[in-house]
């Protein structure tokens, strides 16, 4: 089946009609071409033309399903398989869908740009490349995870893997064996500033506003996108608490709300009782205010300075996991490591 690229206007209604059977998850047939030209309201004798031979090509092909055919179709935009997976698959929030939108659309480029069929092989080759370009442990093991959850859901669509044979099948069930990176504790992921660099910088900020802002990660902890969601009321200035919605949670979790970040509060509240503690601020905003007086920095290293700092002052290391709302303490090393590092010696006694 020939396709002309200058005839845009009927690869646009393929399109469409390729979209309809995934989401109605039908096949490609004479009657869900009915059901798509009626449901649609489209009369043109010319566009049922063109979706029957379609039909016939795919009919000559051999397959039900359309997994051959959209491998190798090269689509602007989102991958029609990857549009019904995220309207299928549970996610904790609107947040984590669009991590997943993102990193499978990067997974699906790879796979047309290399011309390898989705399988184990395919994952292996995707994730070395990662390795090459120097990604992170952590950015590796979120795009395998994300593979997995769409391998599980894939192998749970018949009409889409009718197509596959069964060398295909094995290799792609191999995706969910595969294993995740190990963390190479030796490496610090993050710079961080120590407690007079810290003391220093904020000295040295005359807008209040930035002053807060870096205040709460470099004391507090908070994730920028924490403090983008921060609300009045949830800060009791009286007992030092604030509620925090943190990384893909659904329930606030109370941390302590340490002086220097509560007298910068106290300025900026006043008689305000409720609302966005900063109305429409986001992610990039607070991204150019850490670049503005921390060039070399991002603002996770602030995170990072807060774990760091407590661990120097020899906070007990359960409650810094709790102020850093960590689900398990392998995280909380991961940010504590270097001035573990930096202290041990230092502070191992000289006696057991």
Same mark, same amino acid.
Not at 141 to 152: C, D, P, Q
Not at 242 to 253: R, T
Not at 293 to 300: E, G, I
């Given at each position: 089946? !020939? ?30 071409? +009915? +059901? ?33 055919? *959209? ?32 990193? *499978? ?6 796979? /047309? ?7 184990? =092989? ?22 395998? !995870? ?36 190990? #963390? ?7 710079? !961080? ?20 802002? #870096? !205040? ?15 609300? =009045? ?19 606030? =979790? ?14 900026? =509240? ?15 905003? #607070?991204?150019? #205010? ?21 661990? /120097? ?40």
């Amino acid at each position: 089946m !020939s396709l002309k690229k200058t005839d845009a206007k009927r690869m646009s209604y393929l399109k469409k009609f390729l979209l309809f059977c995934i989401e109605k998850q039908i096949t490609v047939s004479k009657v869900s071409i +009915e +059901e798509f030209l009626i449901t649609r309201n489209l009369q043109q004798t010319t566009i049922k033309s063109y979706l029957n031979v379609f039909r016939k090509y795919c009919e000559q092909k051999g397959f039900v399903g359309y997994w051959y055919f *959209l491998s190798e179709s090269r689509y602007k935009g989102n991958h029609p398989y990857i549009l019904r997976f995220l309207a299928q698959y549970d996610f904790k929030n609107e947040k984590t869908k669009k991590n997943y939108l993102s990193e *499978l659309n990067l997974f699906f480029s790879y796979m /047309e740009e290399h011309h390898v069929s989705f399988g184990q =092989i395919l994952v292996q080759r995707y994730l070395q490349q990662g390795l090459t370009s120097k990604l992170s442990v952590f950015t590796l093991n979120t795009r395998l !995870s994300v593979i997995k959850a769409f391998t599980r859901w894939l192998l749970d669509q018949k009409d889409l893997i009718s197509g596959m044979d069964e060398m295909q099948m094995a290799d792609t069930s191999k995706i969910l064996s595969m294993k995740n990176f190990r #963390i190479d504790k030796d490496r610090y992921y993050k710079e !961080s500033l120590s407690l007079q660099e810290r003391e220093t910088l904020l000295d040295n900020i005359e807008s209040l506003k930035d002053k807060l802002i #870096i !205040s709460l990660q470099a004391h507090e902890g908070l994730r920028a996108s924490e403090i983008c969601n921060l609300c =009045i009321e949830d800060i009791d200035l009286g007992s030092n608490i604030m509620a925090v919605l943190g990384k893909g949670k659904y329930k606030k =979790i109370k941390i302590r709300l340490f002086n220097t970040s509560k007298q910068l509060l106290e300025n900026i =509240i006043f008689e305000r009782k409720e609302g966005y503690l900063f109305q429409g601020l986001t992610y990039h905003q #607070i991204y150019h #205010i850490v670049k503005k007086y921390l060039p070399d920095y991002s603002p996770h290293c602030l995170r990072h300075t807060a774990a760091q700092i407590m661990t /120097e002052k020899n906070f007990n290391k359960d409650f810094i996991q709790k102020q850093m709302r960590h689900s398990n303490y392998q995280t909380t090393q991961i940010y504590t490591l270097r001035k573990i590092e930096e202290i041990f010696l230092k502070e191992m006694p000289l006696d057991v």
